[in-house]
């Protein structure tokens, strides 16, 4: 029982959650493989697209609650009390980057429903780019149903990725939706029979890298970028005002600055900010540019010249 991570020959990754005693709902085990995996994608410029999946009659039902929840609880009072950031590799964080929220992962992710989709499975299905489900599948964010609150993502990316009423009444009735519903409500891209499952996401993962690697990248990178505009800047703001409070901590101090010293310093953190900060496509235009850049964006248009399928390299 474990989080699988396939590779196969043609740059697509295979990730399946398999804990099917536990209907796919993750243990503190699970969601530090789930987080490994994603990241060992992430960091493999071999590896183009994944596809994501369960085992049996499940897809992810996020965490597992007599497990999960004493046992982060215990591992935040030793990360405190121990002043570190993780113990035998795991994190505080694993949870939230098992479900993709806070990840920059740039490459596109598909996702193969093929069963129930829950709590976290919502959380994480919100990070994916192409979605497929079999009939049997079924959708929700059951979390109100029992007093709790999904905050793995959820309630921000929903509402921005279908429309405003659909999404709050995936949010608020707290409803088990079939998939044809799903479908219906823009959640899903196509619903098919549960043995053409895996096979329609591996067609939609050719039909991706058949483009250059970086360009598909770039493109989900200002796609995503421009959705999220505002925790990009907001993250930015922060920083700068943590900055410019060091700044006016440091007048008067034992190391003082100088009155002239902090209006200097104050100056260059702004400049410095004005150049960070960036409309969405003001970030398109610098991507768009380091695209133009790459070997791949050479290749495209000689290829298409000499009739030829195109060669990618990824660089």
């Known amino acids: 029982m474990a989080i699988h991570y396939e590779k196969g020959d043609d740059h697509i990754v295979v990730i399946t959650i398999d804990r099917p005693e536990a209907r796919n709902a993750a243990d503190?085990?699970?969601?530090?493989?789930?987080?490994?995996?994603w990241e060992r994608f992430g960091d493999d410029d071999d590896a183009w697209v994944a596809i994501i999946t369960g085992v049996e009659g499940s897809f992810f039902a996020g965490a597992d609650l007599k497990t999960y929840v004493p046992a982060i609880t215990k591992l935040q009072k030793r990360i405190s009390e121990e002043g570190i950031s993780e113990i035998d590799g795991f994190r505080?964080?694993?949870g939230v980057k098992a479900v993709l929220r806070n990840v920059e992962l740039y490459k596109p992710v598909i996702a193969a429903?093929?069963?129930?989709c829950t709590a976290g499975g919502m959380e994480m299905l919100g990070g994916t780019d192409i979605r497929i489900a079999c009939p049997e599948a079924k959708f929700a964010v059951m979390e109100p149903k029992r007093g709790l609150f999904a905050g793995g993502g959820?309630?921000?990316?929903?509402?921005?990725?279908?429309?405003?009423?659909?999404?709050?009444?995936?949010?608020?009735?707290?409803d088990l939706i079939p998939a044809e519903r799903a479908y219906e409500m823009g959640l899903l891209n196509a619903v098919v029979p549960r043995e053409e499952?895996?096979?329609?996401a591996r067609s939609f993962a050719q039909r991706i890298i058949a483009n250059a690697?970086?360009?598909?990248?770039?493109?989900?990178?200002?796609?995503?970028?421009?959705?999220?505009h505002d925790e990009d800047e907001i993250k930015r703001l922060r920083q700068a005002v943590k900055e410019l409070k060091t700044v006016l901590d440091g007048i008067d101090s034992d190391n003082s600055l100088s009155s002239k010293e902090a209006v200097?310093?104050?100056i260059e953190i702004l400049e410095n900010l004005s150049l960070e900060l960036r409309t969405a496509f003001e970030k398109e235009s610098k991507i768009s540019s380091w695209i133009f850049q790459t070997e791949d964006a050479k290749e495209g248009p000689k290829a298409f010249a000499e009739k030829r399928p195109p060669v990618w390299k990824s660089k």
């Open 28 to 37: 503190m085990e699970h969601f530090k493989a789930l987080r490994e995996a």
């Open 92 to 94: 505080i964080d694993d």
């Open 113 to 116: 429903v093929n069963g129930f």
């Open 154 to 174: 959820t309630t921000v990316r929903l509402p921005r990725q279908i429309s405003w009423p659909l999404a709050m009444e995936f949010l608020l009735c707290a």
């Open 197 to 200: 499952l895996m096979a329609t």
């Open 213 to 228: 690697p970086l360009a598909v990248q770039a493109t989900k990178q200002s796609a995503l970028q421009g959705l999220y």
């Open 264 to 266: 200097s310093t104050a």
